[in-house]
């Protein structure tokens, strides 16, 4: 059950909300801005001022959120869990940046449909909430919209934070604004952390004793989608090399697997790398 934020709560959470309503005038300038510099979807930019481009499904609708490419792909899994033992439901999940959005549409699962999250605005709010009108909110990882959270909490609609992963950097930046902070845990009917350290950082913050801890949701995925055409000519390519892969991996981690891989080809070795970046753009 929701927990009642008290007085400076309310007064932290009521302070936000006015200074993003004072900003508001300026952000659909902003976005086109980055439209125009690459960093925004040119055809979607004003999904993040809340207009949707789809109509809402018939019936009932449970909106996930989750910010980069890989905190949405690993929802995936979750989904067709729900949708195994909810045939019924519909799912939208939503998103902030490009790559996420991309990606995810290539492999959406059943009955789901995708959106930019607005930016968090009480205007954008209410007009993302009053055309969704979702039935169940899911937050996923760590990054919650304060604004959003409690126009959603406003309108009786139950809200739970799943997999949630907060790094000791993160719990000290949320620790400096935990009066707010508090209130909007507070708003949430459950809490389920990936792991011990994760779960007691959360439970100090909101002053709850009901945290959970329910693990990761990324090794619950499904593959990624693929044709059988371009998986054939792939294997075709490689041959009978064996492969080592650089997964996740930053400019200083490429610099040293290729200098490992021309190591092996000097020693006569046929091995393949396969180097699959952190961040998509690289």
């Not at 939503?94 to 789901?112: G, H």
């Not at 609609?157 to 950097?169: E, V």
């Not at 350290?197 to 593959?223: F, M, N, W």
């Amino acid at each position: 059950m929701t927990l009642r934020p008290n007085l400076f709560g309310r007064i932290s959470l009521a302070m936000y909300q006015g200074a993003t309503a004072l900003i508001t005038p300026i952000l659909p300038w902003h976005l086109k801005r980055r439209k125009n510099n690459a960093k925004e979807h040119p055809k979607r930019w004003r999904e993040k001022l809340g207009h949707a481009r789809q109509p809402r499904p018939q019936g009932q609708l449970v909106w996930i959120n989750a910010v980069g490419l890989g905190e949405v792909m690993a929802l995936r899994g979750l989904i067709a869990a729900l949708h195994a033992a909810r045939p019924e439901l519909h799912f939208l999940v939503t998103s902030t940046t490009l790559a996420s959005a991309e990606t995810f549409e290539k492999n959406l699962p059943p009955r789901t449909l995708h959106q930019f999250l607005p930016l968090d605005t009480p205007l954008y709010n209410r007009r993302f909430l009053d055309h969704w009108r979702p039935d169940l909110a899911l937050w996923s990882e760590q990054d919650i919209w304060p604004g959003l959270v409690v126009e959603t909490a406003r309108r009786r609609i139950p809200q739970a934070l799943i997999n949630l992963r907060m790094a000791p950097s993160s719990f000290r930046r949320k620790r400096m604004a935990r009066i707010l902070f508090r209130a909007l845990y507070q708003k949430f009917d459950l809490i389920s952390a990936q792991e011990a350290q994760s779960a007691a950082a959360v439970a100090e913050l909101s002053q709850r004793q009901d945290i959970q801890i329910g693990g990761s949701l990324k090794p619950h995925c499904p593959p990624l989608a693929y044709t059988s055409a371009a998986k054939q000519a792939f294997l075709e390519q490689i041959g009978e090399r064996p492969i080592w892969l650089a997964a996740s991996c930053h400019a200083a981690d490429e610099d040293i697997a290729l200098q490992v891989q021309r190591q092996v080809v000097e020693q006569g070795g046929s091995h393949l790398l396969i180097l699959a970046p952190r961040f998509p753009d690289r």
